[in-house]
């Protein structure tokens, strides 16, 4: 069926680093640009990043630009983030979407 | 970046009541509004796109409507499993932004 699935999450200390990963399946993951949105504990949703179909096009936050790298294997039809510099307020589930399709999560926590 | 200023942050309604919930962009954004709703422990569900338009699979009891500056999420006669939080988006351009979400308790 159709699905992301998100993984990759954890506990981490700040400073350090972590990649999350989303698998595709169901359809053709190569057609479609593809988003990051996080939500941290009891809190609203953010938007995170985003990557063209072809990973051509990369548009992220403010609050994450230039830590966060947002990246793409359409043979392996995943999706990738790559996490540094992580910091407590990065603390929060991380999703991949592609409306109407979300993932169901991955919580990354960020504390010593 | 397109702040978008959603109201009211809660409120109480019961089951068969009618409810809207507003969503005001900082800027023009023609239709380029989203809405979802989000039930606890689970990922957000797209409802509405363009402003207007019903995602497939979304009960009629739910529509949208605006442009421009101001947008409105409408609930008609609640049922029991719409008690969630609703947020707005705009797609307009990057970054998007949410609403900052209208969480809909029953009363």
């Known amino acids: 069926q159709v699905q992301l699935v998100e993984s990759g999450g954890g506990v981490v200390q700040p400073g350090r680093s972590l990649r999350l990963s989303c698998a595709a399946s169901g359809f053709t993951f190569s057609n479609y640009p593809i988003h990051w949105v996080r939500q941290a504990p009891g809190k609203g949703l953010e938007w995170v990043a985003v990557?063209?179909?072809?990973?051509?096009?990369?548009y992220y936050a403010d609050s994450v630009k230039g830590r966060f790298t947002i990246s793409r294997d359409n043979s392996k039809n995943t999706l990738y983030l790559q996490m540094n510099s992580l910091r407590p307020e990065d603390t929060a589930m991380y999703y991949c979407?592609?409306?109407?399709?979300w993932g169901q999560g991955t919580l990354v926590t960020v504390s010593s | 970046d397109i702040q978008m200023t959603q109201s009211p942050s809660s409120l109480s309604a019961s089951v068969r009541d009618r409810v809207s919930i507003t969503c005001r962009a900082s800027q023009n954004i023609s239709n380029f509004v989203n809405w979802y709703q989000q039930r606890p422990g689970k990922a957000p569900n797209l409802l509405i796109y363009?402003?207007?338009s019903l995602q497939s699979g979304v009960p009629s009891r739910f529509s949208g409507s605006g442009s421009e500056t101001d947008f409105t999420l409408t609930i008609t006669s609640l049922q029991p499993e719409d008690f969630a939080t609703y947020y707005c988006q705009q797609s307009y351009n990057y970054p998007l932004t949410f609403g900052g979400g209208t969480k809909v308790e029953i009363k």
């Open positions: 979407a592609r409306d109407p399709i």
């Open positions: 990557i063209s179909y072809d990973g051509s096009q990369k």
């Open positions: 363009g402003a207007s």
